[in-house]
C-alpha cells in the first residue's frame, strides 16, 4: 500500500495517494537537545491520526503528557529505523534520520540530500551547538529550507533573543518568529502564535501539556489581562513589541530559498507546540523539489520513475547477509514489480519488493510517488549514489564521498582471512562506514574515515558481522585527495611519479595520499593542472 492509504483516502473523499502532498525532511540537531523526544512526538501524531476515530476533531480533545507515554509504550515506538513515514491531516511526511552522535559521518550528508527540507531543533538553554552548525552548512549547500524548534522552553533557557540573534549572525540567516513564548522555565505561561493569535497554554496555568487553544484579538486584547499575572504580561507584550519591529516577517520565499527560518518555541518532552511545528511543516515546508541532475535536472512531475540511492544499509536481519538500499523517488509513479535500468551498470532490476517504512512495522510498497522513500533489498547490486530509472538517461548528482580525515592500515592477524576481510571492508564502505583505497604497492588495505567514531564502529562491526579480528595501525598517510586531469598524459606523468603514494578507491579512482599536509601543498603547487579533490562524487 501507498503511505496515505490507511488514512488519508478515507478522510479525503476517496482521492488517492497521488494527490497526497508529500514532506521529506530531517531533523537536525547536537546530541541532547530533543531530536529523539520530537521524533517520538511527531509519530505520534502521525499515529493517532491514522487511528482515526480515537482521535476527532483536531483539538477537541488534546492528549496529556501520560496519555503520550502510554502510547508509547502501548505501542512499542522505538526510533530505530532510518526512515519513518506517517500521515497528519492527508499529508504523508517521510522523516529522514540522520544519525545522532557527534561524530562527523558521511551517511549523514549523504542522507541530507534526499531531503526537501530541515527541522533544526535548539536547546533553549544552549543556542546553536556544533553539530547544528555542521550540518546546518550541509543544508546551505543545498539551499535546505530550515523550520526552527527552540526545545525545551519549560525549563530556564536563554533570553529569546539572544537565541534568535545567534541564528541570525551565527548562521547569516534571517530569522522570523512564528511565536512567542510568554515567560520561560519557571515564569512558562504558554506560546502565543503570532499568526493565528492564539495562546497555547495548559488549564494549569503552567506545567502539563498545551490543553488550550484560546482565541484573542491580538497581543493587546484585554482579556488576556484576565488571565495572566500582571508582571508576565507586561514583560511579554514588552519583549513581544521588540520582536515584531526587530525581525522581519514571515516570507514564505526566502525561507524556501533557504534564506530566512521560521522559529517555533516548544517542547518535545511536555508537548508544546509539537502540533504546530507539524502544521509549519504542512504549510510552509517545501513539496518534493527538483533534483539535481545530468543531463537535465528532474521535476517530481515527469512521468518516468527516476530516483536515487542515498544510503545503503547491509546485515539488518543478521540471518541473511541482505542489504537495503534506500531510494529516493524523484520523479514518476513507482509500482511494484516495476522494471528500473541502474544508470551506472545499464542493467535493468525488476523491483518485487519494495518496502515502507513506517514507526514499527515494514509493509510491501505497492505504489510510491515523488518525495517517498522505499527500501529495495539486494545483494550488493546497488550503491549509495545509484540513479534508478524508468529507463532514462538520467544520473542524479551530488551524492559526494568526503576525503577521510583519519587514515588507518587495517591489521589482519589470521593471513588466511584475507578475502573475509576484503568481503567486510567492502560491504562497510558500500554502506559508507567507511572508505577503502588500495595502495598501487603494497597488499595492505588503507581505510579512511571522517570521525575517530566511525572507527570505532569500523572495529566492531567486522568483529561482530565478519568473526574477523583485525585492528588498525598508523598509515603513513595523513590526507587523501581523488585526483583528475584534463590531459592523460599528464595524469600518467603524474601517476608515474607519486607510485608509492597512490591509490585507487573501490571504484579504481586514482588517489593521492599525502603523508603530510606539507607534502600536500607542495605537490598541489608542483602539478598545477592536477585538480585535487577533497569529495568524489559518486559515479
Ligand atoms: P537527542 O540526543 O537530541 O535525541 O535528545 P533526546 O530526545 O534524547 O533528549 C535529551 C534529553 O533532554 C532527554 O533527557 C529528554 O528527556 C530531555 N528533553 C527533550 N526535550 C525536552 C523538553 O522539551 N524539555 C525538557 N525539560 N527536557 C527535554
Known amino acids: 500500500m501507498a503511505p496515505t492509504g490507511k488514512a488519508a483516502s478515507g478522510q479525503r473523499n476517496g482521492e488517492t495517494a497521488a494527490d497526497a502532498p508529500r514532506r521529506t525532511f530531517a531533523i537536525i540537531s547536537h546530541p541532547d537537545a530533543g531530536k529523539t523526544t520530537l521524533t517520538e512526538k511527531l509519530l505520534l501524531f502521525g499515529d493517532a491520526i491514522r487511528l482515526a476515530g480515537q482521535v476527532r476533531a483536531r483539538g477537541e480533545r488534546r492528549r496529556t503528557q501520560s496519555d503520550w507515554m502510554e502510547m ?3 505501542r512499542g515506538i522505538s526510533i530505530t529505523s532510518s526512515v519513518m513515514t506517517f500521515d497528519h491531516d492527508g ?4 522523516l529522514l534520520d540522520t544519525p545522532g552522535h557527534e561524530d562527523f559521518s558521511e551517511d549523514t550528508y549523504r542522507t541530507l540530500t534526499a531531503v526537501d527540507s530541515a527541522i533544526m531543533v535548539i536547546d533553549a538553554a544552549k543556542g546553536i551547538e556544533a553539530q547544528t552548525r555542521k550540518l546546518f552548512e550541509v543544508c546551505r549547500l543545498r539551499n535546505i529550507p530550515i523550520i526552527t524548534f527552540v526545545n525545551k522552553v519549560d525549563r530556564e533557557g536563554r533570553d529569546p533573543f539572544e537565541l534568535l540573534d545567534e541564528i541570525e549572525s551565527g548562521l547569516a540567516l534571517d530569522v522570523t518568529p512564528l511565536m512567542w513564548p510568554m515567560g520561560m522555565g519557571g515564569q512558562f505561561y504558554g506560546v502565543y502564535d503570532l499568526q493565528t493569535n492564539q495562546l497555547l497554554t495548559s488549564d494549569r496555568g503552567r506545567g502539563g501539556a498545551f490543553s488550550q487553544r484560546i482565541q484573542f484579538e491580538g497581543p493587546d486584547d484585554p482579556k488576556l489581562d484576565e488571565r495572566i499575572p500582571e508582571h508576565i504580561l507586561s514583560a511579554f507584550r514588552e519583549s513581544l513589541e521588540l520582536a515584531l519591529a ?8 526566502a525561507y524556501r530559498d533557504g534564506h530566512m527560518t521560521p522559529v517555533i518555541f516548544g517542547s518535545a518532552l511536555y508537548d508544546y507546540a509539537v502540533d504546530e511545528l507539524l502544521q509549519a511543516l504542512a504549510t510552509h515546508a517545501p513539496a518534493p523539489r527538483p533534483q539535481p541532475a545530468e543531463p537535465t535536472e528532474v521535476r517530481p512531475e515527469e512521468d518516468r520513475v527516476t530516483g536515487f540511492v542515498f544510503k545503503v544499509q547491509a546485515n539488518m536481519d543478521p540471518n541473511h547477509r541482505d542489504r537495503i538500499a534506500f531510494l529516493r523517488l524523484c520523479s514518476g509513479r513507482f509500482q511494484r ?10 542493467k535493468t532490476m525488476a523491483v518485487h519488493n519494495p518496502i515502507f517504512f513506517f514507526a514499527q512495522e515494514r509493509e510491501l510498497a505497492e505504489e510510491a510517488f515523488p518525495g517517498d522513500i522505499i527500501g529495495i533489498p539486494n545483494h550488493g547490486t546497488l550503491r549509495v549514489g545509484d540513479t ?5 538517461e538520467v544520473r542524479f548528482t ?3 564521498n568526503f576525503a577521510p580525515e583519519i587514515l588507518r592500515r587495517v591489521r589482519l592477524d589470521d593471513p588466511m582471512r584475507a578475502k573475509q576481510l576484503r568481503r567486510a571492508l567492502e560491504d562497510l564502505a558500500e554502506e559508507g562506514v567507511t572508505q577503502v583505497f588500495r595502495p598501487l604497492l603494497g597488499s595492505e588495505w588503507i581505510v579512511g574515515v571522517v570521525g575517530q567514531l566511525q572507527l570505532e564502529v569500523l572495529a566492531s562491526r567486522i568483529a561482530a558481522e565478519y568473526k574477523i579480528a583485525a585492528g588498525f595501525e598508523t598509515a603513513p598517510y595523513e590526507a587523501a585527495r581523488w585526483v583528475t586531469a584534463e590531459d592523460p598524459a599528464e595524469m600518467k606523468r603524474f601517476q608515474e611519479r607519486h607510485r608509492a603514494s597512490m591509490a585507487e578507491d573501490r571504484d579504481s579512482g586514482p588517489v593521492f595520499m599525502a603523508r603530510n599536509s606539507w607534502e600536500l601543498n607542495r605537490t598541489i603547487q608542483d602539478w598545477p593542472k592536477i585538480g585535487f579533490h577533497k569529495t568524489r562524487e559518486r559515479a
Open 388 to 392: 534508478l530509472s524508468e529507463g532514462a
Open 72 to 74: 508509547e509504550r502501548s
Open 398 to 400: 551530488g551524492i559526494p
Open 91 to 94: 499529508i504523508v511526511f517521510n
Open 337 to 346: 514489480g516495476m522494471k528500473l535500468r541502474q544508470a551506472r551498470s545499464g
Open 246 to 253: 526587530g525581525y522581519p516577517e514571515f516570507d514564505p520565499k
